[in-house]
Structure formats: C-alpha cells, structure tokens
C-alpha cells in the first residue's frame, strides 16, 4: 500500500508510478522544449539526465532531418511532449540550422525554448576522455585536443544562439543541476526532494534501494496484544499503542532533525530522490505506524515531496 503525504491528509497513490503521486514536473502553459548543446565531454548526458529527474522527455541526438516529425509528434501528443529536452551536437552535424528551425517552429506555437551551450577548457575535456576512454567524435590521427579545437569551430554558430552558456570545467552535479535551471522556467515543486518512507519487516528482507535504513524494533510489540495481533499499523488502536510510547516520538523528532541537517545537502549535490526505511519484525505494526508519522512531519518541509509506502501490508 501506497499514501503520498503532505501538508493535506494523505491520498493513496500507486507504488510504481511517480507521474500518477503527481511528483512529475509540470511545466506552465504549454510546456517547452529545450535545446542542450554543446562540445563533446562538456556534460551534456548528465544535463539530458538531469532534465529527466524533472519530468522531461529526453531526445538524444536528434537528427535534424527528424526535427520537423518531432514537432509534430509533439503537436499530436502534447500530453507525452509537454516539457522536452533535445540534445543537438556534433554528432549529428553543425546543430546550428536545426536551432534556427526549431525556434521559429516553437515560437509559431508560442512554446519557449530555451538554449543550453555546455562547454569546458581544453584541460578539462582532455582529462575527461582520457579517464572514460572514450573517442573524441572528431578524433583523428592528430589527436583528441586536435578534434576539440574542430569542434570548437564548427559549433561557433550553435554557441551564439545560446541563451546560456555554461562552463561545467569545476562544477559538480549539484552546481551543474543550479546552472541548467537558473533561466529554465519551472514549477517550484519540479525541484522538490523526493522522499520515499518505506515500512517493511526485517523477515522479509531490507528494501535493496533504501538510502537510510532504520530498525525500530526497540518498541515493544503490538503482535503479542491479542486484540492488537489482527489490526495493521493503520488503524487507531495500533497506533495509539505504539505512539503512547515515549521512545517513539522521541525516535521521529531525531529522525526529523537528521533529515532537517542532511536534506538541504542532498538537494545541493543533484540527489532528486531518497529512500527512508523504517523496519520492524514484520512490517506490519510498529514500521506502518512510524512511517505514518513520519511522513506527517516532513510534510511541512520546504522543498520536498514525501511519499508513504507499506511493503508488507498486502502479504
């Protein structure tokens, strides 16, 4: 069983679906389509991957004879195609024509589109390739610096109808990820945290994808109270019974202010979701009730989007 949580009592939503919890990004209006080019090795996977985690449908390396089947691909499914991001580069040829076509196409439907140049120094991209082992797309005999300098001039014209360049030569993820949004119009809620609070019975196994796993089995058990025994975490009677012990509150207000601390860092270095498992014998009782309680309280954090899932609720 699945609850999204917030500051509104919780809906049930389904497990495996971020889009139908209404977490995925939505842009205003009619949405838009944005252009990430750049030089090879500069960060323009990360970026596209970036721009995923938002909700985008990513496009990479569309080749332009595609371009005018896009739009209209888009035009027909709008729902599908509302918030885009097409990587146009060298691989493909000089992006610069498709540029130029797409936003006088886009600017025909009153759809932004906001261009993204990534670049990086010579050093930098050197070093890059060299630790990836990956060929420079215009590699030749004279070398990889020899293919970056080309690259550099045959993308000239791409790098002037940039609306934003960008220099991802010393930047991490977190500070890429501030760069690519500054002048991206977006929901504040499409740059939310994504907080998935997973109960579960350490009997069954811990969760494989949880990033904090904590074992609250140090409450006393509400499976040995008979009338207790058949009710799930869910329900009034368990919880009182579980939450009437002083340990419990005092273990959510830990767990809030651990997540006060570390939130706000997670969200600075690119990390879009984190996994909170809460465990008891069976994850039936006391796992349901803290996960419940805790999705309560982070409800009223500031920049992130908390969701409750009972994985053992159903067995």
Same mark, same amino acid.
């Given at each position: 069983m699945v609850r999204a949580a917030g500051p509104a009592a919780p809906a049930t939503v389904p497990r495996t679906s971020a889009e139908a919890s209404g977490r995925t990004s939505r842009a205003r209006g009619d949405g838009q389509v944005v252009v990430i080019s750049g030089l090879s090795g500069a960060g323009k996977s990360q970026a596209s991957k970036l721009f995923e985690d938002l909700g985008y449908y990513c496009i990479d390396n569309l080749p332009p004879d595609l371009l005018d089947r896009f739009l209209a691909l888009r035009d027909e499914d709008p729902a599908r195609f509302r918030n885009v991001a097409l990587v146009l580069d060298i691989r493909a040829g000089d992006p610069a024509p498709a540029i130029e076509a797409a936003r006088a196409a886009l600017a =025909?439907?009153?759809?932004?589109?906001?261009?993204?140049?990534? +670049?990086?120094?010579? *050093?930098?991209?050197?070093?890059?390739?060299? +630790?990836?082992?990956?060929?420079?797309?215009? =590699?030749?005999r004279s070398g990889v610096q020899a293919g970056i300098l080309l +690259?550099? +001039?045959?993308? *000239?014209? *791409?790098?002037e109808l940039a609306d934003q360049v960008i220099d991802t030569s010393g930047l991490s993820i977190g500070q890429l990820k501030e760069q690519l949004f500054r002048h991206v119009p977006r929901d504040s809620a499409a740059d939310d945290l994504l907080i998935d609070i997973l109960a579960f019975g350490f009997k069954f196994g811990i969760p494989i994808d949880a990033d904090l796993v904590f074992d609250v089995r140090f409450l006393t058990n509400p499976y040995y109270v008979a009338d207790l025994k058949p009710l799930s975490g869910l329900q009034t009677p368990v919880r009182e019974y579980v939450l009437g012990q002083p340990a419990a509150g005092r273990f959510i207000e830990l767990v809030v202010e651990l997540l006060e601390l570390t939130v706000p860092a997670y969200r600075s270095e690119g990390k879009t979701r984190l996994t909170v498992a809460l465990g008891c014998t069976g994850g039936y009782h006391r796992s349901i009730v803290l996960a419940e309680e805790l999705a309560k309280r982070l409800g009223s954090l500031g920049g992130v989007s908390v969701a409750v899932f009972h994985r053992e609720l159903e067995r």
């Amino acid at each position: 069983m699945v609850r999204a949580a917030g500051p509104a009592a919780p809906a049930t939503v389904p497990r495996t679906s971020a889009e139908a919890s209404g977490r995925t990004s939505r842009a205003r209006g009619d949405g838009q389509v944005v252009v990430i080019s750049g030089l090879s090795g500069a960060g323009k996977s990360q970026a596209s991957k970036l721009f995923e985690d938002l909700g985008y449908y990513c496009i990479d390396n569309l080749p332009p004879d595609l371009l005018d089947r896009f739009l209209a691909l888009r035009d027909e499914d709008p729902a599908r195609f509302r918030n885009v991001a097409l990587v146009l580069d060298i691989r493909a040829g000089d992006p610069a024509p498709a540029i130029e076509a797409a936003r006088a196409a886009l600017a =025909e439907r009153g759809v932004p589109m906001p261009v993204l140049y990534l +670049e990086a120094s010579d *050093a930098v991209l050197v070093n890059r390739f060299s +630790e990836t082992r990956h060929r420079h797309p215009l =590699e030749s005999r004279s070398g990889v610096q020899a293919g970056i300098l080309l +690259e550099r +001039e045959r993308l *000239a014209r *791409a790098r002037e109808l940039a609306d934003q360049v960008i220099d991802t030569s010393g930047l991490s993820i977190g500070q890429l990820k501030e760069q690519l949004f500054r002048h991206v119009p977006r929901d504040s809620a499409a740059d939310d945290l994504l907080i998935d609070i997973l109960a579960f019975g350490f009997k069954f196994g811990i969760p494989i994808d949880a990033d904090l796993v904590f074992d609250v089995r140090f409450l006393t058990n509400p499976y040995y109270v008979a009338d207790l025994k058949p009710l799930s975490g869910l329900q009034t009677p368990v919880r009182e019974y579980v939450l009437g012990q002083p340990a419990a509150g005092r273990f959510i207000e830990l767990v809030v202010e651990l997540l006060e601390l570390t939130v706000p860092a997670y969200r600075s270095e690119g990390k879009t979701r984190l996994t909170v498992a809460l465990g008891c014998t069976g994850g039936y009782h006391r796992s349901i009730v803290l996960a419940e309680e805790l999705a309560k309280r982070l409800g009223s954090l500031g920049g992130v989007s908390v969701a409750v899932f009972h994985r053992e609720l159903e067995r």
